[in-house]
């Protein structure tokens, strides 16, 4: 399966909102409501944000927001923070008990 | 405290094999899949596989049949990922990662492996 795709990169100033796409096929994004959403500051592991589709984990701010139309699913990153600077994958079940990940977004807070 | 802590970084030949150990602590180790994704510099995470650590049932993805096997030792609450007959292109960040019980997603991960394979 092929990797789903992601912009290489988004930006913003405090405040702002940030969407990052993520755009697969009908045998995994558009094919289960099972996409994550993870954000990864290098060096550290990763961190689960949104799941299946648009759920958010216990502890992770009203901020981070997802949804999904076909093909391509969404993040969205409301109000902005420093701390929100990071890269941010996404990922979709793929069948077979396997899994298929986006190409990595690097978001700049301006 | 809930975490999966994973082993040092690996300098591998070509053609060798490697071992990379994850360990549970904080949560009852048998009762979630542990699946192992990796990222090559500059590219995008890849899954490899999952391991349920209470049966010890396994899920290889195509790329990697026949190459990787998933183990664990529940005594002592580690799973462990081997690779074989490594090539350059193996070389990357290798992560284990729990899977949420219920769905498709991974809420806790490890800190990650550097695997370098180089002559």
């Known amino acids: 399966q092929s990797a789903l795709t992601q912009p290489p990169s988004a930006s913003g100033s405090p405040g702002q909102s940030v969407t990052i796409s993520c755009t697969g096929t009908s045998s995994d994004v558009g094919g289960y409501n099972y996409v994550s959403w993870y954000q990864h500051h290098p060096g550290k592991a990763p961190k689960v944000i949104i799941f299946?589709?648009?759920k958010r984990p216990s502890g992770v701010p009203d901020r981070f927001s997802g949804s999904k139309s076909g093909n391509t699913a969404s993040l969205t990153v409301s109000g902005l923070q420093a701390e929100d600077e990071a890269d941010y994958f996404c990922?979709?079940?793929?069948?077979?008990?396997?899994?298929?990940f986006g190409t990595g977004t690097k978001v700049t807070v301006l | 405290q809930v975490q999966l802590v994973q082993s040092g970084a690996e300098l591998q030949k070509p053609g060798a094999s490697v071992k990379v150990s994850c360990k549970a602590s904080g949560y009852t180790f048998s009762s979630y899949d542990i699946n192992w994704v990796r990222q090559a510099t500059g590219q995008g995470l890849e899954s490899m596989g999952w391991m349920n650590p209470n049966s010890g049932d396994t899920g290889y993805g195509q790329k990697f049949q026949g190459r990787v096997t998933m183990t664990r030792n529940t005594s002592i609450n580690t799973a462990y990922m081997e690779l074989s007959s490594l090539r350059s292109e193996d070389t990357a960040v290798y992560y284990c990662a729990r899977a949420m019980r219920g769905s498709f997603a991974f809420d806790l991960w490890g800190q990650g492996t550097m695997v370098t394979v180089s002559s």
């Open positions: 990922s979709s079940y793929g069948g077979n008990t396997l899994y298929v």
């Open positions: 299946e589709v648009s």
